[in-house]
Structure formats: structure tokens, C-alpha cells
């Protein structure tokens, strides 16, 4: 019998890519989402390109305990895999209760109804940010986390404490949380990327806005930082290559080959890419110019930091497969998309 996948927040830019990924695996998947920063059109993206127009779809808000209650106990869950949360650091730290609330609430209300239903696999989307500045680089799961600089960083790093403990404490369910580097791009189709709301705070959704004329310049945030060109070093993933990491995830819990209870995975490609090789990458992959300046630092921004995947290629079998201008190409061709061209 095919396995059930649970994906909260499943109507999102990560959430979209990974459902393609665990359908396309044969994995039967429900999706839910309470649609507080989204719409439809990633789920119907997800249902065009991997042509099921019955993929079960659940309106909801994980941190209503009873709905979450109702949903494991109608519905035969092996594994669940949770990024319904709140993501914007600026505005974490304007409101940090509704992200405190949001994002501990729901992990809480799934994890107990986890245990209740014997759904006995949890996997958690947490993020590099709780490394905080690494003091080396490439930096591994054993580096230190840092005091989060964020309610949002906070709570990533508090949902991961959530899950370690429960599964320790509660037999039957087991753990992994993914440390996401940053995810860029789209699906080769174009059908399914990122959406954001407003004006972008991340790089490549604001950067591809520029380019389509939506805003009229991006300000790369800092060129005077000690990296070779003085701007930020990060660890850019391609979202398919990330999304394919949850199946390796998923399959490793479902099929008992966990050497702990509880595990946590770098995501990354183990490539550093500066903020200005990636401005001049996006221009050579897509053959045109961009509107750029450099502006001040961005508070809260750290310096570099890259992912040493290793483990993850070892443990998981998984690795970071798609070339940057593919990458970079696929984020133009989703605004195109986007834009009706
Ligand atoms: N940047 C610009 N201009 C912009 C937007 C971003 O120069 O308009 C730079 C940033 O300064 C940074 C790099 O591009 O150096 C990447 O910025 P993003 O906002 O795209 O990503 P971050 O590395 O800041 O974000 C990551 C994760 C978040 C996490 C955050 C914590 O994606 O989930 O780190 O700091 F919360």
C-alpha cells in the first residue's frame, strides 16, 4: 500500500515543490495550508504538473488543535511534513506573539496528534539561520547554534528543541529537521515557484521583479563585508534539488533507516555564491541587464555562511544536482510566467 504523506503548508513555495516530488515518487500526499500567505496557484500548479486532479487539498490552521485532531483521526498518516509557519524576519520582530503563537502552536498540535494517531514520523523545515555567524565554514550540523537574531530564527530553533524532546520522550515517533540554506528558482515548468507578498525581502524574488520592471532597482545590501567582493556569501539551493531532499528524508523514517531518533540534515550545496556573482549570474544565464546599486548593510545579515552537506549526500544518498544557470534561468522564466508572457 502507498504511503501517506501529510504536508502542511503545502500550498507554499517550498511545500508546492516538495508535493510534485513525493507524488512523483509514488508517495499519496494531502496537502493543507490556512492560505495566510498564498493562493491557489501553486496547488493548481502542483495538480497540472504532475496531472492528478485529486490530489486531497484541506483548508486549515494547524493551530486549531481540534481541526488537526479531526484530520489524523480521519485520515491514515505515516509522515508529516511541517512548513505551515510564519517566515518574515523583519516582521517577527515587529509582532514576535503571532509568531511565537503561529509557529509553536502548530508544530505543537501536530506533533501531539502525531502521537495520538501513530503517525510515528515527523519531519521538521528548520533553517540555517540558527547557526547564526559560523565561526568555520563550510559549516556542519555539530557547529554550535547561536542566539537567534529573530523571534522567526527563535522559533526554528525552538521547534527543533519541540520535536528532539518529544521524540525522545514519547516512543513511536521519530525526527529529522532539514536546515535549509537558501532556496532559490522554480520548477523547470514554470508552473510552481516562489509568490511573495508585497515587496520581497528575499534576493532572487525582488531581483527578478527588477528585472521584469516591477520595482525599478535592486539595492545589493553591503559591499564592504570581508568576502572576496565584498558582498554577502551564501549557500543558494535549487528548490527542486531541496524539495528531492524530503523524499530521501521521508523514505529514510518510512523505511526504518534512522541511526537515531532524531536527526538533522544540512541542505545545501556546499558552494558559496556571493550576492554580486549571483546578480551577474542571473544577467549571463538570462542574457539580460539589470537595474542594481549597492546600497547600506541590511541590518541582521551575516557575513558568509555555506552548507558542508556531507552528511546529507552520505546518510540521506542525496546531493544538490542543478547547475545555478538553470537555477537562475528557471526564477526568470516563473516571473515570465507569472507576467502572462
Ligand atoms: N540581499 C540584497 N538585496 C535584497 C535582498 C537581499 O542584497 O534586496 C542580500 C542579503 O543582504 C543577503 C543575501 O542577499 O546577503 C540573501 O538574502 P535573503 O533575504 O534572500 O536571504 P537570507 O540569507 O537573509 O535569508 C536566510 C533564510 C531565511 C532566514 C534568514 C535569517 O532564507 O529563512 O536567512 O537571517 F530567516
Redesign the pocket.
Known sequence: MKKCVLVSGGAGFIGSHVTVELIEAGYDVIVADNMSNCDMTCFEGVKKITGRDDIPFVEMDFCDAKTTEELFSKNAIDAVIHFAGF?A?GESVEEPLKYYKNNLESFINVIASSKEHGCGNILFSS???VYGEPKKLPVTEEAPRQPA?SP??NTKQMCEDILRDSVRAYSGLKGIALRYF?PIGAHPSALIGELPRGVP????P?LTQTAIGKREC?????DDYPTPDG??Q?DFIDIVDLAKAHVFAVRRMLEGQMKKVYEIFNIGTGTPLS?MQLVKGFEKANGLKLNYKIGPR?D???TAIWADPTLANNELGWKAERKIEDTLASAWAWEKHLAGE
Open positions: 517566515k524576519v533553517s540555517a539561520t537574531t522567526y530564527g537558501n525581502n528575499n534576493l532572487v525582488f535592486l539595492s545589493i545590501f553591503g558582498t554577502c551564501r550576492v541590511r541582521g545579515d551575516v
